[in-house]
Nanobody, 123 residues
Framework: QVQLVESGGGLVQAGGSLRLSCAASGRAFSNYGMGWFRQAPGKEREFVAAISWSGGRTYYTDSVKDRFTISRTNAKNTLYLQMNSLKPEDTAVYYC????????????????WGQGTQVTVSS
């Protein structure tokens, strides 16, 4: 079992930045690929970014490329999502998730989920 707790969400103006964190506990964090997903009001949850066990590979959805950066510090059991140049359309609940696979963008292949943190971007 892996327990995941997100933090760092909040209200920010368009063009601003936020850094989300996801603290993991339980089994060895470095054994899991990690991902960020988001769900906007009235929409399905969607993939945002993923990172491999060691952090050597990353994937991003097109809408956040060059604005968001996913990273991890295995020694601290923590996953991050640095979000820059935020837009109102980035408003959503952001979830971190863990997978026993090295890395994947597919939601159904993630095994553990956090409770989410709200990000609201005002125009």
């Amino acid at each position: 079992q892996v327990q995941l707790v997100e933090s760092g969400g909040g209200l920010v103006q368009a063009g601003g930045s936020l850094r989300l964190s996801c603290a993991a506990s339980g089994r060895a964090f470095s054994n899991y690929g990690m991902g960020w997903f988001r769900q906007a009001p009235g929409k399905e949850r969607e993939f945002v970014a993923a990172i491999s066990w060691s952090g050597g590979r990353t994937y991003y959805t097109d809408s956040v490329k060059d604005r968001f950066t996913i990273s991890r510090t295995n020694a601290k059991n923590t996953l991050y999502l640095q979000m820059n140049s935020l837009k109102p359309e980035d408003t959503a609940v952001y979830y971190c998730a863990a997978t026993i696979r090295s890395i994947t963008i597919r939601e159904h292949q993630y095994d553990y989920w956090g409770q989410g943190t709200q990000v609201t971007v005002s125009s």
